[in-house]
């Protein structure tokens, strides 16, 4: 049975900011890594779901290869404060590390261990 690991964070929005770039990186260079994405408002009750696009094409699922990055953007325009940002791995990893770009406070990065 392989082990499901899931790694979250809370990303402040910005009121001016109808949509939040978050850049995904594979640290590993020998494994690809397959994960699903959730986000959602923190202060919901329901945790619905926002839409999660990758160039323009809705995704809630994507496949990183060794070392490879990605941009996915979240529709945050219903949020008033943060969102959660989840990736579930099936197998593999051990987490994400996440850093901010302080000069762009709509940007993230998060690194799959």
Known sequence: MSKTNVSRCSIPTKEANDSLFVKVKNKNETHSRQFNINVYDKDSPTKELLP?????????????EPGAEKVYKVDVSSVERKVVFEIIQKSGGSGIKVSRNSKDPSSVELTIK
């Open 52 to 64: 999660v696009y990758v160039d323009d094409k809705l995704t809630h699922s994507d496949t990183l």
